[in-house]
């Protein structure tokens, strides 16, 4: 993000906040790129500053047409559709640099690549979700559902703030946890944090 973009984001956030201009919650998010600002999660809004539509989107009540626009039709299969891209096939399965992983929906936090190890499962890999305290799964952007799907019993992943299908998880990872995060590339966007 370019410095000029995070100034113009922290001036936003001040109206924000003072009230003058806008009233958001803290669960807010401008998606547009140059007025991201992270502290407003899980809905969107676009303002005048930078010229685009005025907006509100609670994420768990995006269309699926809404999705369909938004998304590429594999980020849509994968995320919206509980789809699984092919093995070995994403970009983030053998990609080992330092920073964050998020989700490619809504931009939540997901996953460090500090917890990230090659499973060789062809999928990128994950023993912890960012922000878990050993078990303790509470303070994650990450949510488990049973999937008994395809005649497997399997624990789904998805992203708590927009439900969109991340993988499964598995009892075959690494310590400290022993589990595998086994994640679709696609439904991951990568923020480099060097
Ligand atoms: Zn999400």
Known sequence: ???????????LSRRVLSGSVYTLTKRQICYSIPCYYRRYKALRFMHTTCRMSCEKTDFASVSKEEWVKR?????????????????????????????????????????????K?????????????LGANNRDESKTNVLRRPDDSHGMKRVEVLCKNCNAHLGHVFNDGPKPTGERFCINSVSLKFESGE
């Open 1 to 11: 993000m370019a410095p000029a973009a995070v100034g113009a984001c922290l001036i």
């Open 71 to 115: 998304l590429t039709p594999e980020q849509y299969y994968v995320t919206r559709e509980s789809g699984t891209e092919p093995p070995f096939s994403g970009i983030y399965n053998s990609h080992f640099e330092k920073g964050i992983y998020k989700c490619t929906c809504c931009g939540s936090e997901l996953f460090s690549s500090e917890a």
């Open 117 to 129: 190890f090659e499973s060789h499962c062809g999928w990128p890999s994950f023993h912890t979700a």
